[in-house]
């Protein structure tokens, strides 16, 4: 698919370059907010890849002209593709925005029939949830050892990220691996917590 070109040195809307370890390859987004939509896009299970800037379309309202662009295109594990559009909580609260999503959702679905879906999201630096996972993120790709795997399937109870850390360097090994194992769901944990020593975690159920 073409993608649309970006000015990179626009003050009005700035090129952030994300590099995508899902897609393996730069993603371009023009917004910390869209930033924030891709770290949950990568840690989603359910999402096989995407593309953001897919396409841009001429659409017609009325007698005017518009070209409008999708902010993400995604595919599921399931073969199932679809649009999405990334707004802020407050920006999606706008009449205007509402207006205009509704008129795109329904030429994109009439024109392609791929659905156009809203995503609320929020830049990492504003939020503890996606904060979490931008930190998180580095470890997504982190191979265990047998040590490790064997002490997070060892957690059966509630307990803190800092005992973890004290059993993985009393074993001789980092406290690194007790990160991975949050961003790679072997420890359980509510992300919507900063994540710290005092975070309580809990083995994968």
Not at 95 to 113: C, N, Q, R, V, W
Not at 129 to 137: A, V
Not at 197 to 205: A, R
Request: net charge positive; aromatic share 12%; hydrophobic share 35%.
């Amino acid at each position: 698919m073409a993608r649309k070109n970006l000015d990179r040195f626009s003050q009005v809307k700035p090129t952030i370059n994300f590099y995508s370890k899902k897609n393996r390859s730069l993603m371009f987004c023009e917004s910390y907010v869209e930033v924030g939509a891709l770290l949950e896009l990568e840690f989603d299970p359910t999402i096989s890849r995407y593309v953001t800037q897919p396409i841009s379309f001429q659409l017609y309202r009325g007698n005017r002209k518009t070209r409008y662009t999708p902010d993400i295109l995604v595919k599921a594990q399931d073969g199932s593709f679809w649009y999405e559009e990334v707004k802020s909580e407050n920006k999606a609260k706008l009449p205007k925005f509402i207006e205009d999503h509704h008129f795109h959702a329904s030429a994109l679905l009439e024109g392609t029939g791929v659905s156009l879906k809203l995503r609320i999201s929020d830049a990492p630096h504003r939020c503890t949830y996606r904060q979490n996972l931008k930190y998180l993120y580095r470890f997504l790709d982190y191979g265990f050892d047998s040590q490790e795997l064997g002490l997070f399937q060892s957690v059966d109870q509630p307990t803190a990220l800092g005992r973890i850390h004290r059993q993985l360097r009393a074993r001789g090994l980092s406290k690194i691996a007790a990160f991975a194992a949050l961003a790679q769901g072997l420890l359980g944990f509510n992300k919507k917590v900063r994540v710290n020593d005092d975070l309580i975690v809990l083995g994968d159920q």
